[in-house]
């Protein structure tokens, strides 16, 4: 199997994976009874997000529109060469932009200088 394959595999296996805990997260959310860690209020007094606590540790935002689900873990899982690749997209892509940013600003000043020499 190629690498393509097998990251192909891996992600159609992460995204059923995902779609069976938002599934049973949902069903959980909607039936169970389960403790609330805390509530936040907006300014009208209304509940706009609620915390629940999972065994294990993960911590359950609980919004109207959106939930966000965050999972400890051990070690460092992320691949540091990955996001290095892609830090240096965006710092071109911020290179890009304020280059450009510059040059007009250069741009404008010779315009205001020339219009005081006038």
């Not at 949902?26 to 509530?39: D, F, G, Q, V, W």
């Amino acid at each position: 199997m190629s690498k393509e394959d097998e990251i192909r595999e891996m992600y159609m296996n992460l995204t059923a994976a995902m779609e069976a805990f938002r599934s049973a997260l949902s069903t959980y959310i909607h039936n169970a009874e389960y403790p609330i860690n805390y509530l936040m209020r907006d300014l009208e007094g209304k509940i706009s997000c609620a915390e629940m606590l999972l065994d294990g540790g993960p911590r359950v935002l609980l919004r109207v529109d959106e939930w966000q689900v965050c999972m400890p873990v051990e070690g460092n899982p992320v691949n540091m060469d990955l996001l290095e690749k892609w830090e240096v997209i965006e710092i071109d892509k911020e290179i890009a932009y304020h280059s450009t940013q510059l040059n007009e600003l250069v741009k404008r000043k010779a315009e205001l200088s020339q219009k005081d020499k006038e």
